[in-house]
């Protein structure tokens, strides 16, 4: 796990008042800043992969205080939902670990592990049809697709878990992790249609030097609904 002191970030209930919603602000920026932190550290000798994580930091760092909630949506939000990611696994006793600069540079974003057996896999929050046709792709890790914006709140518009949680100091791991299986399930099944009825998929399809990709993409999801029970 992060070698900080801030590794694990314990979402509890506050109350709402200014002074909760800023010491909740301090746990989700810490938190992100460690896990930035631990990725520079075994990083890639990469300039682009170092200054690329290093600008990611800066915007957290020059935001110290949010204006409005909905400031956070301006800030990296793949950064963000994968510590809420790490968090949901320390609740179902998941042991996640972020990889090093290299393997991140594969498409490898965590290792999970429950003890028994572990999981390589990538994590992202892009569930448009461009970013499932980038992603969904034989020969890689599979990826684990965040719906991120759960919450409607009228007028056609939604937050995330991350806006939510600074709102109310409520983070549902269970609405999270029940989110991430169902819509991944969907996913799965999409893609096996793709393999065995040659299903239109984006500008193509899968066809069957997808089947590890698709054996390890069920593997995953039963591992999350595993720890999720």
Aim: proline share 3%; with cysteine.
């Amino acid at each position: 796990m992060l070698r900080t002191e801030t590794r694990n970030l314990e979402f509890v209930e506050y109350d709402v008042k200014e002074n909760s919603v800023q010491r909740r602000w301090n746990e989700i920026r810490n938190q992100v800043c460690s896990l930035i932190d631990y990725r520079l550290e075994y990083a890639s000798g990469e300039k682009w992969y170092r200054d690329y994580y290093i600008a990611d930091k800066q915007e957290f760092l020059d935001m110290p205080f949010l204006d409005n909630l909905s400031d956070i949506n301006c800030l990296p939000n793949g950064i963000i939902a994968e510590v809420f990611f790490m968090e949901s696994c320390r609740r179902m006793d998941l042991n996640c670990t972020p990889t090093t600069g290299e393997e991140d540079i594969w498409g490898v974003d965590f290792k999970i592990d429950n003890g028994i057996e572990a999981r390589f896999l990538d994590v992202s929050i892009n569930i448009s049809d461009k970013g499932l046709q980038k992603k969904n792709k034989a020969g890689t890790y599979p990826t684990i697709f965040i719906p991120w914006r759960p919450y409607s709140i009228g007028k056609g518009r939604e937050i995330s878990y991350a806006e939510q949680y600074l709102s109310t100091g409520v983070f549902s791991q269970k609405k999270f992790i029940s989110g991430i299986i169902s819509y991944n399930r969907n996913n799965l099944h999409a893609l096996e249609r793709s393999v065995w009825k040659d299903a239109k998929w984006g500008e193509g399809y899968m066809g069957l030097e997808g089947i590890l990709y698709i054996k390890d993409l069920k593997d995953t999801i039963d591992m999350l609904k595993g720890g999720y029970r």
